[in-house]
C-alpha cells in the first residue's frame, strides 16, 4: 500500500515540519506518494526540501506536481522538475519548460557535489546578486562580496560534511513585506547526508557535551561555539563568516539537522533560536534570510 505524504498550501520552513511529521512513522523503503497537488507557494526551502526527501528513501518515491499551471510554471523556472523527474516517479502532467529567460530574483535549484560546483554557483550568482542587493535590499555594492561568501560557505559545508551532494536555490522576494516588513533575499543550501551530529562525533565538541549529545548540541556547537570537525586550527571557520554577514545585515540564519533547529533570530523574527524533538530528517538544511536595508529616520 502507499502511504500519500500531503504537501502543505504553503510549503516554507516551518510547514516543511508537516510533511516530516507524515514522514516519520514510514519505514524507510515504504512506498510513497508526496502529494503537492494543491500546493500553491514554496520557498527555495520546500524545493530543495522535497529534493532531500526523495534522496532520503530506499524507494523511489512517487510525486503529484502541483495541479496549478502557474505554480508549476514557477516551480519549471525554478529547475525543480529537472532534478524531482530523476528522484520521483512523475503521477501527473507536468508542463514542459517554457524558452530560458534572465531572471534577476531567482537562482534556479542547483545542485551540489564537488568544490567546483560551488565555484560555478558563486559565479553564476554573482552578477544577479549584486543587482538583487542593491536595488531591492538597498545595500551598498561592496555588500555583494559578503553575499557571495556566505553562499560559497554554505555550499562548501555540503561538500565537506554532507558525504553526499545536496541543493542550493536563492529568491527574491516582494510577498516578505507582509512578515518582516520589507523585501527579503532568501539562501536555502540542504543535503540529505549525514548531518551535524555524526559530522562532530569524534571532536572535542562531542567530550564537552557528554551525555548532552544531541542533535541541537551539535548545532550549537557549531553554530554558537564555532566548533568544527577539523582539527587544524583555522579549519571549519564558515559558519563563523556567515554568521557575521547574516547579524551586520539584520538577517536570519537557521539550521536544521536530524531532530533538531538552531538559529541565529533577529528582533523581526518570531521564530525561536532553539527547537528539538523535532520529525528526524536526514541531512541538514540551512536557510539564510537577508532583510532590505532600511534606512535611519
Known amino acids: 500500500m502507499t502511504a500519500v505524504i500531503t504537501v502543505p498550501a504553503y510549503l516554507d520552513e516551518q510547514s516543511f515540519e508537516q510533511v516530516l511529521e507524515q514522514l516519520a512513522p514510514l519505514p524507510a523503503d515504504a512506498k510513497i506518494l508526496v502529494d503537492a497537488r494543491h500546493t500553491r507557494f514554496a520557498t527555495p526551502f520546500g524545493l530543495t526540501g522535497l529534493l532531500c526527501l526523495a534522496q532520503s528513501r530506499a ?26 523527474e530523476e528522484l520521483y516517479t512523475m503521477r501527473g502532467t507536468v508542463i514542459k519548460p517554457g524558452r530560458n529567460r534572465d531572471n534577476d530574483t531567482i537562482l534556479e535549484v542547483t545542485p551540489i557535489a564537488r568544490s567546483e560546483d560551488v565555484h560555478t554557483v558563486v559565479e553564476h550568482v554573482k552578477d544577479r546578486a549584486t543587482h538583487i542587493l542593491t536595488t531591492k535590499l538597498k545595500l551598498e555594492t ?134 528539538e524533538s523535532l520529525s528526524p530528517f536526514a541531512g541538514a538544511q540551512l536557510q539564510i534570510v537577508i532583510p532590505e536595508r532600511v534606512s535611519a529616520p
Open 59 to 84: 524507494e523511489k518515491p512517487d510525486f503529484a506536481p502541483p495541479d496549478e499551471v502557474n505554480v508549476q510554471s514557477y516551480w519549471q523556472r525554478s529547475a525543480f522538475f529537472r532534478y524531482a
Open 142 to 275: 561592496r555588500a555583494t562580496m559578503g553575499f557571495a561568501m556566505s553562499l560559497s560557505e554554505a555550499c562548501q559545508n555540503v561538500v565537506e560534511h554532507a558525504g553526499r551532494g545536496g541543493w542550493v536555490a536563492v529568491q527574491a522576494y516582494d510577498w516578505a513585506k507582509r512578515r518582516v516588513g520589507r523585501h527579503v533575499v532568501v539562501i536555502s543550501v540542504a543535503d540529505a547526508g549525514q548531518g551535524f551530529r555524526k559530522s562532530l562525533e569524534g571532536t572535542r565538541a562531542r567530550a564537552i557535551a557528554g551525555d548532552r549529545w544531541n542533535d541541537a548540541e551539535a548545532l550549537e556547537s557549531a553554530l554558537t561555539q564555532g566548533h568544527s570537525r577539523h582539527p587544524e586550527p583555522g579549519r571549519g571557520q564558515g559558519l563563523k563568516g556567515i554568521k557575521g554577514y547574516v547579524h551586520r545585515h539584520e538577517g536570519r540564519l537557521a539550521i536544521r539537522s536530524g531532530t533538531a533547529r538552531v538559529a541565529i533570530v533577529p528582533s523581526w523574527d518570531p521564530e525561536p533560536p532553539r527547537e
